[in-house]
Protein backbone atom coordinates (compact mmCIF):
# COMPACT_ATOMS: atom_id res chain seq x y z
CA UNK A 1 0.00 0.00 0.00
CA UNK A 2 3.09 2.41 0.18
CA UNK A 3 1.81 3.69 -3.67
CA UNK A 4 -1.49 4.21 -2.21
CA UNK A 5 -0.92 7.34 1.40
CA UNK A 6 2.69 6.97 1.80
CA UNK A 7 5.84 5.19 3.05
CA UNK A 8 5.77 4.83 7.13
CA UNK A 9 2.46 3.55 8.43
CA UNK A 10 2.02 3.25 11.97
CA UNK A 11 -1.03 1.31 14.00
CA UNK A 12 -1.92 2.03 17.22
CA UNK A 13 -3.94 -0.87 17.61
CA UNK A 14 -3.88 -4.63 16.31
CA UNK A 15 -4.45 -7.74 17.38
CA UNK A 16 -0.47 -8.30 18.05
CA UNK A 17 -0.08 -11.77 16.31
CA UNK A 18 -1.71 -10.84 13.30
CA UNK A 19 0.43 -7.28 13.67
CA UNK A 20 3.81 -9.68 14.12
CA UNK A 21 3.02 -11.27 10.63
CA UNK A 22 2.50 -8.26 8.86
CA UNK A 23 5.40 -6.19 10.05
CA UNK A 24 7.92 -8.83 9.47
CA UNK A 25 6.08 -10.21 6.04
CA UNK A 26 6.85 -6.08 4.95
CA UNK A 27 10.47 -5.65 6.27
CA UNK A 28 11.53 -8.90 5.63
CA UNK A 29 10.47 -7.59 1.91
CA UNK A 30 8.18 -10.93 1.04
CA UNK A 31 5.00 -8.22 0.72
CA UNK A 32 5.86 -4.48 -0.73
CA UNK A 33 4.34 -2.04 1.47
CA UNK A 34 5.33 0.99 3.53
CA UNK A 35 7.93 0.93 6.64
CA UNK A 36 5.55 -0.08 9.27
CA UNK A 37 5.14 0.98 13.38
CA UNK A 38 3.04 -1.49 14.93
CA UNK A 39 1.20 -2.15 18.02
CA UNK A 40 -1.01 -4.72 20.01
CA UNK A 41 -4.14 -4.55 21.30
CA UNK A 42 -5.09 -1.65 23.30
CA UNK A 43 -4.79 -1.57 27.32
CA UNK A 44 -8.72 -0.75 28.74
CA UNK A 45 -9.85 -1.23 32.15
CA UNK A 46 -12.03 -4.29 33.60
CA UNK A 47 -15.04 -3.45 31.00
CA UNK A 48 -13.87 -3.18 27.24
CA UNK A 49 -14.86 -0.94 24.65
CA UNK A 50 -13.46 -3.49 21.70
CA UNK A 51 -13.56 -7.11 21.96
CA UNK A 52 -10.19 -7.27 20.82
CA UNK A 53 -8.58 -4.76 23.82
CA UNK A 54 -6.82 -6.25 26.47
CA UNK A 55 -8.99 -5.47 29.88
CA UNK A 56 -7.04 -4.69 32.57
CA UNK A 57 -7.97 -6.02 36.36
CA UNK A 58 -5.16 -5.33 38.35
CA UNK A 59 -1.31 -3.99 38.47
CA UNK A 60 -0.16 -7.29 38.46
CA UNK A 61 -1.82 -8.10 35.53
CA UNK A 62 -0.86 -4.65 34.15
CA UNK A 63 2.95 -5.34 34.19
CA UNK A 64 2.53 -8.88 32.82
CA UNK A 65 0.80 -6.71 29.83
CA UNK A 66 3.91 -4.57 29.44
CA UNK A 67 5.92 -7.15 29.62
CA UNK A 68 4.22 -8.68 26.34
CA UNK A 69 4.52 -5.29 24.84
CA UNK A 70 8.35 -4.90 25.65
CA UNK A 71 8.84 -8.43 24.04
CA UNK A 72 6.76 -8.41 21.11
CA UNK A 73 9.00 -4.91 19.76
CA UNK A 74 5.15 -2.82 20.32
CA UNK A 75 6.05 0.87 18.93
CA UNK A 76 3.50 2.20 20.69
CA UNK A 77 0.52 1.48 23.52
CA UNK A 78 -2.65 2.57 23.56
CA UNK A 79 -4.68 3.47 26.95
CA UNK A 80 -7.94 3.08 26.36
CA UNK A 81 -11.28 4.52 27.64
CA UNK A 82 -11.22 2.76 31.23
CA UNK A 83 -7.95 2.36 32.24
CA UNK A 84 -7.53 3.70 35.47
CA UNK A 85 -5.60 6.66 35.69
CA UNK A 86 -3.10 5.17 38.35
CA UNK A 87 -2.62 2.27 36.27
CA UNK A 88 -1.95 4.48 33.05
CA UNK A 89 0.96 6.52 35.25
CA UNK A 90 2.37 3.02 35.80
CA UNK A 91 2.44 2.07 31.99
CA UNK A 92 3.54 5.36 31.21
CA UNK A 93 7.16 4.92 33.40
CA UNK A 94 7.67 1.65 32.42
CA UNK A 95 6.92 2.28 28.38
CA UNK A 96 9.27 5.63 28.73
CA UNK A 97 11.91 3.60 30.29
CA UNK A 98 11.56 1.07 27.45
CA UNK A 99 11.63 3.88 24.94
CA UNK A 100 8.18 3.16 23.46
CA UNK A 101 5.20 6.03 23.18
CA UNK A 102 1.93 5.69 24.79
CA UNK A 103 -1.00 7.36 23.90
CA UNK A 104 -4.33 7.90 24.74
CA UNK A 105 -7.91 8.50 23.23
CA UNK A 106 -8.90 11.84 24.92
CA UNK A 107 -7.14 15.00 26.37
CA UNK A 108 -8.04 14.33 30.06
CA UNK A 109 -6.17 13.12 32.19
CA UNK A 110 -3.89 12.25 29.64
CA UNK A 111 -2.57 15.84 29.24
CA UNK A 112 -1.79 15.70 33.26
CA UNK A 113 -0.01 12.45 32.81
CA UNK A 114 2.28 13.14 30.33
CA UNK A 115 1.26 10.59 27.16
CA UNK A 116 2.45 11.56 24.10
CA UNK A 117 -0.53 11.77 21.76
CA UNK A 118 -4.14 11.64 21.76
CA UNK A 119 -5.45 9.58 18.62
CA UNK A 120 -8.75 11.48 17.79
CA UNK A 121 -9.78 15.04 18.37
CA UNK A 122 -13.00 14.12 20.46
CA UNK A 123 -12.23 10.96 21.91
CA UNK A 124 -14.20 10.02 24.99
CA UNK A 125 -13.38 7.66 28.01
CA UNK A 126 -15.53 6.78 31.37
CA UNK A 127 -13.79 8.85 33.52
CA UNK A 128 -15.86 11.90 33.71
CA UNK A 129 -13.56 14.61 32.20
CA UNK A 130 -12.68 13.90 29.13
CA UNK A 131 -14.86 16.21 26.92
CA UNK A 132 -12.85 18.16 24.43
CA UNK A 133 -15.39 19.11 21.51
CA UNK A 134 -18.64 20.39 22.62
CA UNK A 135 -21.71 19.16 21.02
CA UNK A 136 -22.28 22.50 19.62
CA UNK A 137 -21.14 21.01 15.89
CA UNK A 138 -17.97 20.20 17.44
CA UNK A 139 -17.09 23.12 18.48
CA UNK A 140 -13.68 23.69 20.96
CA UNK A 141 -13.33 26.40 24.00
CA UNK A 142 -10.21 27.99 23.65
CA UNK A 143 -8.79 26.68 27.30
CA UNK A 144 -9.14 22.96 25.31
CA UNK A 145 -7.06 24.24 22.57
CA UNK A 146 -3.91 25.83 25.10
CA UNK A 147 -3.76 22.82 26.63
CA UNK A 148 -3.14 21.06 23.61
CA UNK A 149 -0.59 23.16 22.16
CA UNK A 150 1.27 23.25 25.08
CA UNK A 151 0.96 20.25 26.35
CA UNK A 152 3.81 18.49 24.02
CA UNK A 153 1.18 15.87 23.00
CA UNK A 154 0.41 15.40 19.16
CA UNK A 155 -3.32 15.41 18.16
CA UNK A 156 -4.36 13.20 15.26
CA UNK A 157 -6.76 14.46 12.76
CA UNK A 158 -9.06 11.61 12.03
CA UNK A 159 -11.68 13.56 10.33
CA UNK A 160 -13.97 10.59 10.08
CA UNK A 161 -17.18 12.66 9.05
CA UNK A 162 -16.01 14.59 5.57
CA UNK A 163 -18.13 12.52 3.41
CA UNK A 164 -19.23 15.92 1.58
CA UNK A 165 -15.82 15.71 -0.19
CA UNK A 166 -17.23 12.43 -1.71
CA UNK A 167 -19.76 15.04 -3.57
CA UNK A 168 -17.11 17.29 -4.83
CA UNK A 169 -14.76 14.45 -6.35
CA UNK A 170 -14.99 10.65 -6.74
CA UNK A 171 -11.62 10.45 -7.96
CA UNK A 172 -10.56 8.51 -4.60
CA UNK A 173 -13.50 5.73 -5.84
CA UNK A 174 -12.82 5.39 -9.21
CA UNK A 175 -8.77 5.15 -8.80
CA UNK A 176 -7.39 2.20 -10.13
CA UNK A 177 -5.42 1.19 -6.54
CA UNK A 178 -8.69 1.33 -4.65
CA UNK A 179 -10.63 -0.63 -7.45
CA UNK A 180 -8.03 -3.33 -7.28
CA UNK A 181 -7.04 -3.44 -3.97
CA UNK A 182 -10.80 -3.43 -2.13
CA UNK A 183 -12.47 -6.23 -1.10
CA UNK A 184 -15.62 -6.42 -3.18
CA UNK A 185 -17.39 -5.94 0.59
CA UNK A 186 -15.28 -2.80 0.89
CA UNK A 187 -15.67 -1.03 -1.88
CA UNK A 188 -19.53 -1.62 -1.48
CA UNK A 189 -19.35 0.02 1.67
CA UNK A 190 -17.47 2.74 0.30
CA UNK A 191 -19.66 2.96 -2.47
CA UNK A 192 -22.70 3.53 0.26
CA UNK A 193 -20.16 5.85 2.38
CA UNK A 194 -20.00 8.34 -1.02
CA UNK A 195 -24.26 7.69 -1.90
CA UNK A 196 -24.74 8.91 1.89
CA UNK A 197 -23.25 12.31 1.66
CA UNK A 198 -25.87 14.18 0.60
CA UNK A 199 -28.66 11.88 2.90
CA UNK A 200 -29.91 12.13 6.52
CA UNK A 201 -27.11 13.41 8.61
CA UNK A 202 -24.75 15.14 6.49
CA UNK A 203 -25.54 18.26 7.78
CA UNK A 204 -24.53 17.42 11.08
CA UNK A 205 -21.30 15.78 9.64
CA UNK A 206 -20.28 18.79 7.63
CA UNK A 207 -20.33 20.78 10.84
CA UNK A 208 -18.43 18.36 13.07
CA UNK A 209 -15.61 18.17 10.35
CA UNK A 210 -15.44 21.83 10.14
CA UNK A 211 -15.08 22.07 14.12
CA UNK A 212 -12.36 19.47 14.12
CA UNK A 213 -10.80 21.44 11.77
CA UNK A 214 -10.95 24.66 14.00
CA UNK A 215 -9.95 23.07 16.67
CA UNK A 216 -6.97 21.80 14.69
CA UNK A 217 -6.27 24.87 12.93
CA UNK A 218 -6.02 26.57 15.96
CA UNK A 219 -3.60 24.05 17.97
CA UNK A 220 -1.49 24.41 15.06
CA UNK A 221 -1.06 27.94 14.46
CA UNK A 222 -0.94 28.40 18.25
CA UNK A 223 2.64 25.77 18.30
CA UNK A 224 1.21 22.56 18.62
CA UNK A 225 1.67 19.42 16.73
CA UNK A 226 -1.10 18.07 14.39
CA UNK A 227 -0.42 14.74 12.51
CA UNK A 228 -2.28 13.87 9.48
CA UNK A 229 -4.08 10.24 10.90
CA UNK A 230 -7.08 7.74 10.48
CA UNK A 231 -9.40 5.52 12.50
CA UNK A 232 -8.91 1.91 10.43
CA UNK A 233 -11.52 0.00 11.59
CA UNK A 234 -14.24 3.02 10.90
CA UNK A 235 -12.43 4.40 8.10
CA UNK A 236 -11.11 3.36 4.51
CA UNK A 237 -7.57 2.09 3.94
CA UNK A 238 -5.35 4.38 1.43
CA UNK A 239 -8.20 7.12 0.82
CA UNK A 240 -8.60 8.23 3.90
CA UNK A 241 -5.87 10.17 4.61
CA UNK A 242 -5.97 11.65 1.46
CA UNK A 243 -9.73 12.64 2.49
CA UNK A 244 -7.85 13.70 5.78
CA UNK A 245 -6.06 16.44 3.70
CA UNK A 246 -8.52 17.76 1.60
CA UNK A 247 -10.84 18.08 4.60
CA UNK A 248 -8.23 20.25 6.40
CA UNK A 249 -7.43 22.71 3.46
CA UNK A 250 -10.93 22.80 2.56
CA UNK A 251 -11.51 24.30 6.07
CA UNK A 252 -8.31 26.50 6.41
CA UNK A 253 -4.64 25.13 6.51
CA UNK A 254 -2.74 25.75 3.89
CA UNK A 255 -1.40 22.74 1.21
CA UNK A 256 1.68 23.32 2.77
CA UNK A 257 0.65 23.02 6.18
CA UNK A 258 -1.58 20.20 5.46
CA UNK A 259 1.35 18.01 3.73
CA UNK A 260 3.16 18.58 6.59
CA UNK A 261 1.09 17.11 9.14
CA UNK A 262 1.44 13.93 6.98
CA UNK A 263 5.67 14.52 6.64
CA UNK A 264 7.77 16.57 9.37
CA UNK A 265 4.76 16.60 11.86
CA UNK A 266 4.48 13.03 11.89
CA UNK A 267 8.25 12.41 11.73
CA UNK A 268 7.90 14.61 14.72
CA UNK A 269 5.24 12.49 16.55
CA UNK A 270 7.18 9.46 15.81
CA UNK A 271 10.30 10.60 17.73
CA UNK A 272 11.93 10.85 14.04
CA UNK A 273 12.57 14.16 13.24
CA UNK A 274 15.20 14.87 10.51
CA UNK A 275 15.38 11.40 9.77
CA UNK A 276 11.19 10.66 8.10
CA UNK A 277 9.22 13.28 6.60
CA UNK A 278 11.96 15.71 5.18
CA UNK A 279 14.12 15.39 1.92
CA UNK A 280 18.00 15.93 2.97
CA UNK A 281 21.09 14.39 3.46
CA UNK A 282 21.42 11.45 6.18
CA UNK A 283 17.55 11.20 6.21
CA UNK A 284 15.66 8.43 5.25
CA UNK A 285 15.40 7.72 1.25
CA UNK A 286 11.91 7.64 1.05
CA UNK A 287 9.67 9.81 -1.73
CA UNK A 288 6.38 9.72 -3.00
CA UNK A 289 6.19 11.33 -7.32
CA UNK A 290 2.87 12.75 -8.05
CA UNK A 291 1.23 14.06 -10.91
CA UNK A 292 0.78 17.59 -10.40
CA UNK A 293 1.74 20.14 -7.55
CA UNK A 294 0.41 19.20 -3.84
CA UNK A 295 2.01 22.80 -2.51
CA UNK A 296 -0.93 24.32 -4.39
CA UNK A 297 -3.75 21.52 -5.54
CA UNK A 298 -3.82 19.14 -2.22
CA UNK A 299 -5.51 16.66 -4.32
CA UNK A 300 -3.03 15.97 -6.41
CA UNK A 301 -1.20 14.38 -3.19
CA UNK A 302 -2.80 11.34 -4.43
CA UNK A 303 -2.35 11.09 -8.23
CA UNK A 304 1.15 8.92 -6.70
CA UNK A 305 2.88 7.55 -9.45
CA UNK A 306 6.30 6.20 -8.35
CA UNK A 307 7.67 5.53 -4.69
CA UNK A 308 10.76 4.96 -3.05
CA UNK A 309 10.97 3.20 0.45
CA UNK A 310 14.28 2.93 2.17
CA UNK A 311 15.45 4.09 -1.31
CA UNK A 312 14.20 1.01 -3.13
CA UNK A 313 12.01 2.08 -6.24
CA UNK A 314 8.11 0.99 -7.27
CA UNK A 315 6.16 2.31 -9.66
CA UNK A 316 2.12 2.07 -8.76
CA UNK A 317 1.78 -0.25 -11.91
CA UNK A 318 4.07 -2.78 -10.76
CA UNK A 319 2.45 -2.44 -7.22
CA UNK A 320 -1.08 -3.48 -8.47
CA UNK A 321 0.36 -5.92 -11.29
CA UNK A 322 0.13 -9.06 -8.74
CA UNK A 323 -3.44 -8.27 -7.68
CA UNK A 324 -5.13 -7.08 -11.27
CA UNK A 325 -7.84 -9.47 -12.26
CA UNK A 326 -8.05 -11.59 -9.52
CA UNK A 327 -11.57 -13.23 -8.94
CA UNK A 328 -13.44 -11.36 -5.71
CA UNK A 329 -13.81 -13.57 -2.68
CA UNK A 330 -17.05 -13.64 -1.31
CA UNK A 331 -17.98 -11.18 1.56
CA UNK A 332 -17.38 -12.82 5.17
CA UNK A 333 -20.61 -13.58 7.23
CA UNK A 334 -19.43 -10.97 9.85
CA UNK A 335 -18.60 -8.12 6.96
CA UNK A 336 -21.37 -5.23 7.77
CA UNK A 337 -23.11 -4.08 4.71
CA UNK A 338 -21.52 0.02 5.50
CA UNK A 339 -19.55 1.26 8.21
CA UNK A 340 -21.11 2.71 10.92
CA UNK A 341 -19.29 5.64 12.06
CA UNK A 342 -21.40 6.79 15.37
CA UNK A 343 -20.20 5.28 18.53
CA UNK A 344 -16.79 5.07 18.38
CA UNK A 345 -15.34 8.47 19.86
CA UNK A 346 -18.64 10.52 20.79
CA UNK A 347 -22.47 10.30 20.80
CA UNK A 348 -24.40 11.82 18.01
CA UNK A 349 -27.63 14.13 18.70
CA UNK A 350 -30.19 14.56 15.89
CA UNK A 351 -28.97 18.07 15.13
CA UNK A 352 -26.01 20.37 15.71
CA UNK A 353 -27.19 22.42 18.78
Known amino acids: MAGVRGTTSRSTGDPVYRMLETREALHSGAVPGPRYLGSGEPLDGARVRFGFMRPVHSRAQLHRELRRAE ?14 VALERVALRRMRRAGTQVVSHYLYPAVGTGLNGMEHTGGENRLGCSRTLSYAAGRTAEDTVTLLARSGMYVSTTLLFAHELYLDSRDLIEDPRTRTLFPSWEY ?16 LDRAWTEGDVDL ?25 VHQNLRALVRHGFTPVEALRTATANAAEALGAAGTLGVVRPGARADLLVVDGDPLRDITAAARVEQVLVDGYHHTVRELLAPYAGLPQEPAPATAPEARPVAGCCRSRPTTPR
Open 71 to 84: ELGYHVLKSYQRLP
Open 188 to 203: AALLARAEAAAGPGSE
Open 216 to 240: LLRVQRAGGLVVAGTDAPLDFVGIS
